[in-house]
């Protein structure tokens, strides 16, 4: 009897250690699986997670593409290590090697495909459409339907009719599952980032943030040369304060752009098209931004130069002459008509 109890106790303990050596092996087997680097061939790389897919969706698409061993391998992996993976949605680009775990840890952290786009300087909201409506999130008129509208910015121009001038410019990576929504938010937040300073200065300047982004929109319109910028919103405030008409010629465009008028040039007929944002019919800033200015046109609106000059004409360099008087401009203007 005890012999037998003997016996019995050594097949027990082997069965234990086979066991144990069974697992061990396994686990080894399962460890190095999720841990090889495998190569990850070009079409396997585009990988999208829906929303609502779960681990194991993910984990058995990957062990269908060869990009991970069996999915109880890896919670048996993910089990040791004793964390609990939550995949995110989106679009990913897997890069040529990685590991399973690797692999996990890019959906874990939604280190999704980004997408570039560049919105230059001094667009207005149209072109603005243009350019996103041209990439993968959505149409132009999507966009155009949320520009036309002030749900991003209220808080801080209640009067805002658009987002026109708070769209910033800059170069933006976005998800390629962005939405317009999420887009055109992350711009006018980038807006509020970028100016938070000068916003802070505006009260002593006695300007809301509608009058100072509009005044830079006429800067950032009138010239591209840098170092005119400050001397140019000199003008114009020199001009505000005698109550002169501005005549802004971009405001011209805008009004006529406004109405879908605009053919590419302004006729002589227009210049006193009736519109509250012709600065050739109307004093005063127009009712709202006619561009999205850079940060330079910004800065250049809240710290204008003490300067004598009302009148300024463009030249064939692309810069401007400056004049005091209404005598010297006419000359100005002629002299550099002539030379056309």
């Known amino acids: 009897m005890v012999l037998v109890e003997r016996l019995l106790k050594y097949i027990f303990i082997l069965l234990l250690l086979g066991h144990v ?3 061990a092996l396994y686990f080894r087997s399962a460890y190095s699986q999720v841990f090889l680097p495998r190569d990850i061939p070009e079409q396997a790389r585009a990988f999208s997670i829906p929303q609502g897919a779960s681990l194991s969706d993910v984990l058995q ?4 593409l060869d990009l991970a061993p069996s999915p109880l391998y890896v919670r048996i992996i993910i089990a040791w290590d004793g964390k609990r ?3 995110k949605k989106g679009h990913y680009l897997l890069p040529q090697q990685a590991s399973t775990w690797e692999i996990l840890e890019i959906f874990e952290q939604g280190k999704v495909e980004l997408h570039k786009v560049t919105i230059p300087e001094g667009l207005d909201k149209w072109q603005v459409a243009d350019i996103l409506g041209d990439q993968r999130w959505g149409d ?3 966009f155009l339907k949320l520009i036309n509208s002030n749900a991003f910015i ?3 121009d209640p009067n805002a009719l658009d987002l026109e001038g708070y769209l910033y410019p800059e170069t933006y990576m976005f998800p390629k599952d962005a939405t317009p929504e999420e887009i ?6 980038q807006f509020l980032n970028e100016t938070k300073t000068l916003r802070l200065n505006l009260e002593q300047r006695g300007l809301t943030v509608r009058e100072w982004v509009t005044l830079a929109s006429l800067i950032e319109r009138e010239t591209s040369v840098p170092e005119e910028r400050t001397l140019i919103a000199g003008v114009f405030e020199n001009r505000l304060q005698k109550g002169m008409l501005l005549q802004c010629d971009p405001t011209i465009i805008y009004s006529l752009k406004r109405e879908n008028l605009y053919k590419g040039k302004i006729y002589k007929s ?8 012709n600065t050739y019919v109307y004093k005063g800033l127009p009712p709202g931004p006619i561009a999205n200015p850079g940060l330079p046109s910004l800065e250049a609106a809240s710290n204008p130069d003490k300067t004598p000059y009302l009148f300024f004409v463009a030249r064939k360099d692309g810069g401007h002459q400056f004049s005091k008087t209404l005598r010297e401009h006419n000359r100005a203007v002629a002299k550099f008509r002539k030379r056309r």
């Open 85 to 87: 993976v939550v995949v």
């Open 154 to 156: 209220r808080d801080v």
């Open 184 to 189: 055109l938010q992350s711009m006018v937040n």
């Open 140 to 142: 132009r008129d999507a």
């Open 61 to 64: 698409r990957l062990e269908d």
């Open 270 to 277: 227009q210049i006193r098209y009736d519109s509250p944002y």
């Open 21 to 23: 050596i069974v697992g």
